[in-house]
């Protein structure tokens, strides 16, 4: 018996990658192009839109995703409600509009989500009441450390260590300093990250973290420049990138080190934002793969979002993620016997392994560990005159906070 059910497990594990493969163009979901009419199902997101930096592109991309599910049959009938809300970037406001969702709108599940504040100041929440979270993109600490919420990005202390790592390898670099915000559970660690690798590896690293609320971009290269490194990495939102690199452009500080960015900086116009100085002199990491491959899954992605996204919708790492987790998310539902409720939904969604994507490096799961990190493997792109030039292959952070990750899809008890 225990023979047979494995192997129902693995045909259904290989159907599951074989429909992802199959879409191409505009499709989704069940693909018959007629629109849901039955009972709505709750999903829910919460981002950080105001405050230092617009972070809602996963969320709004999976809102378009969403919304060509409901013009291709919904949930087996059923159409996706998608609510999303915004928490100011404030904690108390992540708590409540959390709680809105969870207890008053009564979400399945959470979808899409990204925040500097809420993974804090919700998780707890979320496991009280069963709902589990697929985000788009984890960005503090907390986000990787809960039991019901897996993002589908490695995260900025992975992102940044691996920046790190590559221009330190490349350029063997004896020094390097990690510049980060210092918010709670987010500088601390993604620096920290750094300075845990380094050490490991011989290289000095030195943190710079600086108050969001009072960004001084020449105050802040005047620091890198008072650490005298020979590499420098940015952990950070893309907005806040740009006034340290403008700082950096006007000391001409490209010349002497060299510069390495984390994700956030892989966004389609970031080359034309920064201009020709900074062109083939800074390396940006990417989490998932380039947004340019000609994979059907990019493609499908990009594609949704010309017809059901907005203009104004972001081209960026986070978009792909916040398509992934609306898919990821669409398919556990379309697998549910009966009812879609909480409990039903968050079965499917555990239930998730060895999901195969050319838009990521590996497999993404999410199933039943204490936390979440199934994303660990990105490549490097160098910013060119034109764009992104990628110039590595997938490969693995080096951060020893991964040694739990690691020894448990060795065992085969995720992904398998």
Not at 67 to 96: L, R
Not at 142 to 166: D, E, H, I, M, W
Request: charged share 20%; net charge positive; aromatic share 8%.
């Amino acid at each position: 018996m225990k023979l047979k059910w494995n192997m129902l497990r693995a045909l259904a594990a290989l159907a599951l990658c074989t429909s992802w493969q199959a879409h191409a163009a505009d499709t989704c979901g069940l693909g018959n192009g007629k629109p849901a009419t039955g009972t709505p199902i709750q999903l829910g997101a919460v981002v950080g839109k105001t405050g230092p930096e617009d972070f809602s592109s996963a969320a709004r991309a999976a809102a378009a995703y969403f919304k060509c599910v409901n013009a291709n049959g919904g949930i087996n009938g059923q159409p996706i409600e998608y609510t999303v809300a915004d928490d100011a970037w404030n904690p108390e406001t992540a708590a409540q509009v959390a709680s809105k969702l969870v207890k008053d709108k009564q979400v399945v599940a959470m979808v899409g989500s990204t925040s500097f504040v809420e993974c804090g100041a919700n998780t707890k929440l979320y496991e009280q009441e069963g709902v589990s979270v697929v985000a788009g993109t984890g960005v503090p600490r907390a986000c990787f450390f809960a039991k019901n919420y897996a993002p589908f990005n490695q995260g900025p202390r992975l992102s940044v260590t691996s920046a790190a790592q590559y221009i330190a390898e490349t350029f063997k670099l004896k020094s390097i300093t990690c510049v980060a915000p210092g918010i709670p559970g987010f500088g601390d660690w993604v620096c920290g990250g750094v300075e845990a690798w380094g050490k490991a590896a011989g290289v000095a690293v030195k943190s710079v973290l600086f108050d969001p609320g009072a960004l001084d971009g020449n105050a802040i290269a005047l620091q890198i420049v008072g650490t005298q490194p020979d590499g420098v990495v940015l952990g950070m939102p893309r907005g806040m990138m740009l006034p340290i690199l403008a700082a950096a452009e006007q000391q001409d500080l490209a010349k002497t080190y060299k510069w390495a960015l984390g994700t956030p900086a892989y966004h389609v116009d970031m080359p034309k934002v920064l201009g020709k100085y900074w062109a083939d002199r800074v390396y940006v990491h990417m989490e998932l793969q380039p947004i340019d491959n000609d994979g059907p899954d990019t493609k499908n992605w990009k594609a949704i979002m010309v017809k059901y996204g907005d203009k104004k919708d972001p081209i960026d790492t986070f978009s792909q993620a916040g398509h992934l987790a609306a898919r990821a998310t669409t398919q556990a539902l379309l697998s549910v016997k009966g009812p879609v409720d909480r409990k039903s939904a968050s079965a499917a969604i555990k239930g998730i392994k060895n999901l195969r994507t050319d838009m990521l490096c590996g497999p993404w799961y999410f199933g039943n560990g204490d936390r979440h990190n199934a994303n660990h493997t990105g490549r490097m792109a160098v910013i060119t005159a034109t764009g992104f030039k990628t110039i590595t292959s997938c490969f693995d952070a080096k951060d020893a906070e991964l040694a739990d990750i690691l020894k448990t899809e060795a065992s085969g008890a995720s992904v398998n």
